[in-house]
Antibody, heavy 116, light 108 residues
Framework: EVQLAESGGGLVQPGGSLRLSCAASGFTFSSYEMNWVRQAPGKGLEWVSYITSSGTSIDYADSVKGRFTISRDNAKNSLFLQMNGLRAEDTAIYYC?????????WGQGTLVTVSS | DIVMTQSPATLSVSPGDGATLSCRASQSVGSNVAWYQQKPGQAPRLLIYGASTRATGIPARFSGSGSGTEFTLTISSLQSEDFAVYFCQHHNNWPPYSFGQGTKLDIK
């Protein structure tokens, strides 16, 4: 069974940093593209970032470009999102998702709250 | 970037009736559209990919259609567990993988 488990969320002040992690199990992690998607309270889904299976190709939504960095450790079956320069509008639940064709599998999410 | 626009924002339907949700892409995305269901407090769940292929374990009352820029999710004979928010997304082989703003399906 595919399992994705996010961690690392919490309360942070504007301008601060957080590092999110996503632990993967139940599949060959190194073979799949992975993504981060976020959802602000009461709002829709926003794609944030992607990384190919080998990590050689990466992209970001314009809203986070230059502030967020995606990475992965295939030896440890883990996906990361380093978030710097956080703003109030980054407040959201952050999900990691495995892409086969579409986003087939999702974690339960971790809440990031940016507030003073 | 491709913009996905869903309509209506809210759809009120009686249990047992059918529902049709629409999604329009700002440019052609071929058949690379997915539909997700999200219930309160839960992560999204993939229902349909490739515009019309049901994901594993999805009941046959869910069907998708369309190509190019116009897509539809049809739910026949709504069950109580189907009342949720539905999102479309284009899943071309490169990002950004934009989502529609969602359609809330609620009980009439």
């Amino acid at each position: 069974e595919v399992q994705l488990a996010e961690s690392g969320g919490g309360l942070v002040q504007p301008g601060g940093s957080l590092r999110l992690s996503c632990a993967a199990s139940g599949f060959t992690f190194s073979s799949y593209e992975m993504n981060w998607v976020r959802q602000a309270p009461g709002k829709g889904l926003e794609w944030v970032s992607y990384i190919t299976s080998s990590g050689t190709s990466i992209d970001y939504a314009d809203s986070v470009k230059g502030r967020f960095t995606i990475s992965r450790d295939n030896a440890k079956n883990s996906l990361f999102l380093q978030m710097n320069g956080l703003r109030a509008e980054d407040t959201a639940i952050y999900y990691c998702a495995r892409r086969v064709g579409a986003f087939d599998d999702w974690g339960q999410g971790t809440l990031v709250t940016v507030s003073s | 970037d491709i913009v996905m626009t869903q309509s209506p924002a809210t759809l009120s339907v009686s249990p047992g009736d059918g529902a049709t949700l629409s999604c329009r892409a700002s440019q052609s995305v071929g058949s690379n559209v997915a539909w997700y269901q999200q219930k309160p407090g839960q992560a999204p769940r993939l229902l349909i990919y490739g515009a019309s292929t049901r994901a594993t374990g999805i009941p046959a009352r869910f069907s998708g259609s369309g190509s190019g820029t116009e897509f539809t999710l049809t739910i026949s004979s709504l069950q109580s567990e189907d009342f949720a928010v539905y999102f479309c997304q284009h899943h071309n082989n490169w990002p950004p993988y934009s989502f529609g703003q969602g359609t809330k399906l609620d009980i009439k």
